[in-house]
């Protein structure tokens, strides 16, 4: 286990580490989505009291389907974020253990302690849970799409422009919290141990798919005890979520933080191509293309990020406060891009 505070009270990992898992939590819930529950089913054991499927993760429907849950002692989120930010919304609600066993690895809802729910086209975080244990078990996680896993990455990743955010506000006396030099430095060492493992991380190996699991680990030791996510999630982020109030339709979380990172660290002029030559050696889908995004709904998010920034005091502050986006600028950064 890593020291520290990873928001993860046990875990296990391995191939089958969740055979036979159903008959060791008693009464318990399932919150999954199709595919992964056929998957993790007939390996489970034991018969959930209940199952419960994502329908979206609209507050609305978090709650219709938190009344409507069985009662039980441990809530088993088995799936991608979405299962596993339903699991953990039940839990915190009801008070409950969670068990979570991701089967994807695309973004890092599986160790942290809040719930990504929507209010409306926007995103909010609720919640205080953490799994007991957290269950890797690479076989089942080797059956999604290769891609999907290196998904996870891009989480990693926004280290890289976060840290630059980060460094930029303190610099000019904007930053929302004290700037503490020593986790930019280990939020650093973690990206620089990921990238490392670039090759694991490809092939989806035990060793490339652990890299991806301790990297949020490590990152949750230097967020959770000061309170905040600074070293892991700035202006990369804030780009997807324009977009997504934009367009009103989710993405694959790590793409298009891959795409955030693309186009924000280009305009920090923050060593962008070692960002993307990363990038592709993984195999990280971060173009439009992949995220059907046309290039003038991109080039008018681009053009309105600024306006979109200062609009919401929560987010902090930014490259994007400080640097204008050009109509110039947008033509050239995405000119190297695909659509």
């Known amino acids: 286990m890593i020291e520290g505070q990873t928001n993860v009270r046990s875990s296990r990992f391995g191939a089958g580490a969740i055979d036979g898992l159903g008959s060791e939590l008693g009464r318990f819930l399932v919150t999954t989505m199709d595919l992964p529950w056929r998957l993790a089913q007939p390996r489970l054991g034991g018969q959930p009291a209940g199952v419960l499927f994502v329908e979206n993760m609209k507050i609305e429907t978090l709650d219709r389907q938190l009344a409507a849950a069985p009662e039980c002692d441990t809530v088993l989120a088995i799936g991608g974020g979405q299962a596993i930010d339903l699991g953990k919304y039940i839990a915190w609600k009801?008070?409950?253990?969670?068990?979570?066993?991701?089967?994807?690895?695309?973004?890092?809802?599986?160790?942290?302690?809040?719930?990504?729910?929507?209010?409306?086209?926007?995103?909010?975080?609720?919640?205080?849970?953490?799994?007991?244990?957290?269950?890797?078990?690479?076989?089942?996680?080797?059956?999604?799409?290769?891609?999907?896993?290196?998904?996870?990455?891009?989480?990693?990743?926004?280290?890289?422009?976060?840290?630059?955010?980060?460094?930029?506000?303190?610099?000019?006396?904007?930053?929302?919290?004290?700037?503490?030099?020593?986790?930019?430095?280990?939020?650093?060492?973690?990206?620089?141990?990921?990238?490392?493992?670039?090759?694991?991380?490809?092939?989806?190996?035990?060793?490339?798919?652990?890299?991806?699991?301790?990297?949020?680990?490590?990152?949750?030791?230097?967020?959770?005890?000061?309170?905040?996510?600074?070293?892991?999630?700035?202006?990369?982020?804030?780009?997807?979520?324009?977009?997504?109030?934009?367009?009103?339709?989710p993405f694959m979380h790590g793409w298009i933080v891959g795409l955030g990172v693309h186009l924000l660290s280009r305009l920090q002029e923050n060593r962008h191509e070692e960002a993307v030559a990363f990038m592709d050696q993984v195999g990280l889908r971060y173009q439009p293309a992949d995220l059907e995004i046309k290039r003038a709904d991109l080039a008018g998010s681009l053009a309105n990020l600024r306006q979109y920034v200062t609009g919401r005091p929560d987010l902090w502050h930014t490259v994007i406060h400080e640097r204008t986006i050009t109509p110039a600028w947008i033509d050239q950064a995405l000119a190297g891009l695909k659509f």
């Open 94 to 249: 009801r008070g409950l253990r969670l068990v979570s066993a991701p089967t994807i690895l695309s973004v890092d809802a599986f160790v942290t302690p809040a719930a990504g729910v929507r209010h409306g086209h926007r995103v909010e975080y609720v919640g205080q849970t953490s799994p007991d244990p957290l269950v890797i078990d690479y076989d089942l996680i080797r059956t999604a799409p290769r891609e999907l896993n290196i998904a996870g990455v891009g989480d990693l990743l926004s280290i890289h422009t976060a840290c630059f955010d980060w460094e930029l506000a303190a610099g000019a006396s904007r930053s929302e919290f004290p700037f503490r030099p020593e986790d930019v430095s280990a939020a650093r060492a973690i990206l620089a141990d990921t990238m490392a493992k670039a090759d694991a991380i490809r092939s989806c190996s035990d060793d490339g798919l652990r890299a991806i699991v301790e990297g949020y680990m490590r990152v949750n030791t230097l967020c959770l005890p000061v309170g905040h996510y600074r070293v892991e999630e700035g202006s990369e982020h804030y780009l997807f979520y324009e977009l997504e109030e934009r367009l009103k339709r």
